[in-house]
Nanobody
């Protein structure tokens, strides 16, 4: 059974850092494009960062560029999202996503709250 499990969320002050993890089971992450998305209350889910399957190239949304970094540890079958200099606008539930064999898989999400 294919599964994605996020972890690492929490409450942090503005300017702080968190590292989110997306652990996969049932498939090999590095064969597929993996994306991090987030959804704030009352807003649509939006893409944050993606990492390719071929050359490891990455994409970051303008709102997080220079602050967030996506990476992959193939040995652990895990994708990470390092988030630095967090802002209150980064508060959201963060999800990872994989498209495998024409099906989309989402994790359950992890809450990130940036507040004093």
């Amino acid at each position: 059974q294919l599964q994605l499990v996020e972890s690492g969320g929490g409450l942090v002050q503005p300017g702080g850092s968190l590292r989110l993890s997306c652990a996969a089971s049932g498939f090999t992450l590095d064969y597929y494009v993996i994306g991090w998305f987030r959804q704030a209350p009352g807003k649509e889910r939006e893409v944050v960062s993606c990492i390719s399957s071929s050359d490891g190239s990455t994409y970051h949304a303008d709102s997080v560029k220079g602050r967030f970094t996506i990476s992959r540890d193939n040995a652990k079958n895990t994708v990470y999202l390092q988030m630095n200099n967090l802002k209150p606008d980064d508060t959201a539930v963060y999800y990872c996503r994989a498209n495998v064999d024409m099906q989309t898989y989402w994790g359950q999400g992890t809450q990130v709250t940036v507040s004093e």
